[in-house]
């Protein structure tokens, strides 16, 4: 069977440009795009500036060099994405970013939401393009892709007149490029005027006419119910069906090769007049090649090459040593909520009957035994709120002499904007914690998918759960060595305050495995920031690697 990459090689034209060089400094580079994009294209290169011109003619003398494309690949991809970047400009598309080129739809047969919403609703779900150039076996490719973005056309006094709720939601104002760059988030509304708190705390007015609400999943989703109320589930899972079918092989296939047509048959010039061509994709069926499917250990050493499959015959690897059978769970969550969230721990503890994979639920495909649940309920959605029901479920389990064996924590999505101060899933998690009580989060949202959906989400669900609470689902089949191989996992975080803020990287070992997937320590190192990142690094090592010296002889 042929495979096709959507990479189209070019053709490197046998042609040498003039160019001007000059020293680079960033604001040299944007006064001569602000000045002379139209007639000229600036490249950065190293600490110079390079300039072609279409006419000859050059706006600063700087340093003449001659630049042959056919040895200089980087400076002919990045022509060739100007001479396309102006090609559509000039066709009044409002082409987005350099890197890559992205291109909106804005044919009415190409907002998928139309059928579903109607022609005038504000959002949209339109086709998107994004061209960029790439190295395919050490030869310049354009790289072509299709895809769906999330546009909003209406600015901000519409949703206003609306009645729509703009508080604590971001807002962003329209560049002369068609770029829209974020303000910051509405902290007040009087009349048509915007109070907006910028990211570094300064607060800015702005009339809801010059400003767009971001156009983001939560602004959609809130939007859809606050227009469509109890309907809203079902009509985002139509918009979903629609994207799914959109995003499919053989539409993507057919919208990037009608893109590949369009660009060979234009006559698409480099800044010089050098046009643009590019190529068939290339079969490259030959070059492909199947890997073989890992092989999966569980319990009494069965094997399988498929995680379920495992699972299903045999029952994960710790079945008969596991420790925390008839497990103590505690569930914290909303008074409100209470009766929909037991309903959907039942559904994770005994399984959703119709589903395919997850019938058993999480006692029966880990042989848990039954579990002994309590409920603790909020009665807000604030940090205290929780707190104290979070303490209530800790000191019954102390009372009793013993310790939650896991936490399943109710939140909500809203909770992502919080900081992590007023964020209740933080305080669940350090909470919990703290008293050596493994925790699961997940959001009421959730619970309104269809058995269906919640089927695979719960799937995932009590996987997490049963290695949180030190379970070991399978291992890796691998070949017995005389040394002994470790996988160590290393993450990173950026933690600010405010989206656009000042943030700071920090970094930390999070996981050590033996060769084989074993988990081995559960100890990791300090998250610090990237200078003091070598230090922490060694020195987790070297107590990690000293433990398991020990531990395996």
């Not at 000229?40 to 494309?69: A, C, E, K």
């Not at 102006?86 to 009044?92: D, F, T, V, W």
């Not at 119910?225 to 296939?253: C, M, P, Y």
Request: with cysteine.
């Amino acid at each position: 069977m042929p495979v096709f990459l959507s990479a189209f090689p070019l053709k490197i034209p046998d042609t040498e440009l003039e160019a001007r060089q000059v020293p680079y400094d960033k604001e040299t580079l944007d006064g001569f795009r602000v000045k002379h994009g139209s007639t000229h294209s600036f490249r950065r290169q190293g600490d110079n500036i390079l300039i072609f011109s279409s006419d000859g003619t050059f706006p600063v003398s700087g340093t003449p060099i001659t630049i042959p494309l056919n040895e200089n690949f980087g400076i002919f991809c990045s022509l060739v994405k100007d001479g396309l970047s102006r090609h559509l400009a000039g066709l009044g598309r409002n082409p987005l970013g350099f890197n890559p080129i992205e291109l909106i739809s804005t044919k009415p047969e190409d907002n998928l939401l139309a059928p579903i919403l109607g022609d005038a609703y504000p959002f949209k779900v339109c086709a998107k393009y994004s061209i960029n150039t790439r190295y395919v076996h050490d030869h310049p490719c354009l790289v072509i892709d299709c895809t769906t973005r999330r546009v909003l056309k209406e600015n901000g006094l519409f949703f206003l007149n609306s009645g729509f709720d703009l508080m604590g939601r971001y807002v962003v104002t329209e560049q002369e490029d068609g770029y829209r760059k974020l303000v910051g988030s509405v902290s007040a509304i009087k009349g048509e005027k915007l109070q907006v708190t910028q990211p570094d705390g300064q607060v800015v007015q702005a009339d809801a006419k010059d400003v767009y609400l971001e156009a983001s999943r939560t602004n959609f989703d809130d939007y859809i119910l606050h227009t469509h109320g109890a309907q809203k589930d079902a009509i985002v899972e139509r918009i979903r069906q629609s994207v799914s079918i959109f995003n499919g092989g053989e539409n993507k296939k057919a919208r990037i090769d009608a893109l590949k047509n369009y660009i060979q048959t234009k006559a698409i010039p480099l800044i010089d007049g050098t046009r643009i061509e590019i190529e068939d994709a290339p079969d490259i069926q030959k070059d492909c090649g199947q890997m073989q499917k890992p092989v999966f250990v569980f319990n009494d050493n069965g094997e399988a090459d498929w995680a379920e499959k495992g699972l299903t015959q045999s029952g994960p690897y710790t079945k008969r040593t596991f420790d925390r059978n008839d497990p103590s769970i505690c569930v914290i969550c909303a008074q409100h909520d209470k009766g929909r969230v037991e309903q959907f721990v039942r559904k994770l503890l005994k399984g959703v009957s119709s589903s395919k994979y997850f019938s058993n639920g999480l006692e029966g495909k880990f042989a848990l035994g039954t579990s002994r649940v309590e409920v603790f309920t909020t009665a807000t959605d604030s940090v205290e709120a929780y707190k104290n029901a979070i303490e209530a479920a800790i000191r019954k389990k102390a009372d009793d002499g013993g310790r939650w064996d896991l936490a399943l924590v109710q939140v909500r999505q809203s909770f992502k904007k919080l900081k992590v101060t007023e964020n209740p899933y933080y305080l669940g998690k350090s909470l919990f914690f703290l008293h050596q009580v493994p925790v699961q989060d997940f959001t009421i949202e959730l619970l309104a998918q269809s058995d269906y959906s919640l089927g695979y989400s719960l799937n995932n669900m009590a996987l997490a759960c049963y290695a949180k609470m030190g379970g070991v689902p399978w291992l890796l089949k691998s070949s017995p060595t005389l040394s002994h191989e470790l996988v160590i996992g290393i993450g990173s975080a950026n933690i600010g305050q405010e989206r656009g803020a000042d943030i700071q990287r920090i970094m930390g070992i999070t996981t050590v495995f033996s060769g084989d997937g074993s988990y081995i320590v559960s100890n990791t190192s300090k998250a610090v920031v990237p200078e003091a990142y070598c230090e922490a690094l060694t020195s987790v090592l070297a107590e990690t690697i000293e433990k398991i010296q020990k531990r395996m002889n």
